[in-house]
């Protein structure tokens, strides 16, 4: 079936940078939509971004527009999601997705089978 593993949270300040992963074992991902999530305390999960198969077409929540950068690298069965200029509201945990019925992005929690198991990113303030 295959799983996703995050990587790279951490506890930084305001306005700072960090860059998260996300690599799948056990399968490839390389034909599929994938996104992240984020889900703060007492808060449902929400969208953050999304990319297609190919790394060609992107989304991202207007809360995360121009500050953060999803990208992929299929070769490497990796996700990425550069995260610059943080802010305290963006502290959650993040989560990785793949959705293994499309090739395309998209925002909906309910595309997306399989999912990582989460990675906490803490920004004070």
């Known amino acids: 079936q295959g799983q996703l593993v995050e990587s790279g949270g951490g506890l930084v300040q305001t306005g700072d940078s960090l860059r998260l992963s996300c690599a799948a074992s056990?399968?490839?991902?390389?034909?599929?939509?994938m996104a992240w999530f984020r889900q703060a305390p007492g808060k449902e999960r929400n969208f953050v971004a999304s990319?297609?198969?190919?790394?060609?077409?992107?989304y991202y929540a207007d809360s995360v527009k121009g500050r953060f950068t999803i990208s992929r690298d299929n070769a490497k069965n990796t996700m990425y999601l550069q995260m610059n200029s943080l802010k305290p509201q963006d502290t959650a945990v993040y989560y990785c997705?793949?959705?293994?019925?499309?090739?395309?992005?998209?925002?909906?929690?309910?595309?997306?089978?399989?999912w990582g198991q989460g990675t906490q990113v803490t920004v004070s303030s």
């Open positions: 056990g399968r490839t991902f390389n034909s599929y939509g």
């Open positions: 990319i297609d198969w190919s790394g060609s077409s992107t």
């Open positions: 997705a793949v959705n293994v019925g499309s090739s395309y992005y998209s925002s909906r929690a309910y595309d997306y089978d399989t």
